[in-house]
């Protein structure tokens, strides 16, 4: 997945209420320092490849929270998910 679609998923989460801030979303969902996202987005590197670990532990959080949600909201959450699967996808196919 490179940033570009990590900064789409924060997105994502931002219009579902589920984060506040690229410094919540990034020290909270990607346990990473508070500029994580941030940094992408200043230097110009939406193209850069976010390293793996990084992406499954925040679709292993995001499915982890929709076993907990209730119906409606939890296919929101899937859905999130489902672009993550997506954007990886992609990504390993263009990167052979």
């Avoid at 990473?32 to 200043?42: I, V």
């Avoid at 499954?56 to 995001?62: A, P, Q």
């Avoid at 949600?69 to 990167?95: C, F, Q």
């Amino acid at each position: 997945m490179d940033a570009m679609n990590l900064l789409t998923v924060y997105d994502r989460m931002r219009h579902l209420g589920m984060v506040a801030t690229k410094r919540e979303f990034s020290r909270d969902w990607l346990g990473k320092s508070w500029s994580y996202l941030r940094d992408f987005t200043e230097d110009d590197r939406l193209h850069a490849t976010v390293p793996h670990g990084v992406v499954m532990r925040l679709r292993e959080r995001l499915a982890a929270v929709a076993d907990r949600t209730p119906a409606g909201a939890a296919r929101e959450i899937r859905s999130v998910v489902e672009t993550i699967d997506r954007a990886s996808m992609v990504h390993r196919l263009l990167a052979r």
